[in-house]
């Protein structure tokens, strides 16, 4: 099982781009989240899912939006990309029942200038 | 909204100390996990705690949760340099998926 792929890795965006990073998980896992990491913030919740074709808003989810078409996927798509939102931004699943926790992906460092 | 605070922020440790982080939630915890985040690394679960006053141990690591379910806590006996990195509480509310993370406390052990 390759878990929670997350893609790209790296990336650097000007001010104003749209982009979208991509998630993908091969567990069957009904929930899903995006969380970005910034230096002292620890982790902040963007947008989550229970279960293909419903999503909700986080903490912070303003200037990104998500969709969930499939169980496997949670793309996050940036729609106009600002220097706020450089940050390291990671995906996560998890089984829907109790004791278990989310799997997260490697995470995409993203830099907006 | 819901706020998860973890403190201290920091915390460096001879080896072979013992080590606490403490999570306090601002409202009623459904209930909680907790993480570990190694250097460059992303989380790792270690555990959920569920019940008011469960405490859960894995090894040297010994896990609490609150009777009024609102803080938790991590306790490392004698740690190891192994141990080092930022540990993280996340909490949710009743009905919801929503898991909020605290802030998180890094660690730092010295050999």
């Known amino acids: 099982n390759a878990g929670v792929t997350q893609t790209p890795k790296f990336q650097v965006l000007k001010t104003g781009q749209s982009m979208t990073l991509q998630c993908a998980q091969d567990?069957?896992?009904?929930?899903m989240s995006w969380y970005r990491q910034d230096p002292g913030m620890g982790l902040r919740l963007i947008h989550y899912?229970?279960?293909?074709?419903?999503?909700d808003q986080g903490e912070v989810p303003n200037g990104y939006n998500v969709s969930r078409s499939t169980t496997e996927d949670f793309p996050l798509r940036l729609l106009s990309a600002a220097p706020s939102q450089t940050s390291v931004y990671f995906c996560?699943?998890?089984?829907?029942?109790?004791?278990?926790?989310?799997?997260f992906g490697s995470g995409t460092r993203l830099t907006v200038v | 909204g819901q706020q998860v605070m973890q403190i201290p922020q920091y915390q460096h440790v001879q080896e072979g100390e013992d080590f606490t982080t403490y999570c306090n939630s601002s409202?009623?915890?459904?209930?909680i996990q907790w993480y570990k985040q190694r250097p460059g690394g992303h989380p790792v679960f270690l555990i959920q705690?569920?019940?008011?006053?469960e405490v859960k141990k894995q090894k040297r690591l010994t896990f609490q949760f609150g009777e009024a379910k609102k803080n938790s806590s991590l306790h490392i006996t004698a740690t190891q340099t192994t141990d080092v990195g930022t540990y993280f509480c996340a909490g949710t509310t009743s009905g919801t998926y929503k898991y909020i993370f605290g802030t998180g406390t890094r660690l730092k052990v010295l050999a």
């Open positions: 567990m069957n896992h009904e929930y």
């Open positions: 705690l569920v019940k008011s006053g």
């Open positions: 996560a699943s998890s089984p829907r029942g109790q004791g278990y926790g989310y799997t």
């Open positions: 899912s229970v279960g293909a074709g419903i999503t």
């Open positions: 409202t009623t915890l459904s209930n």
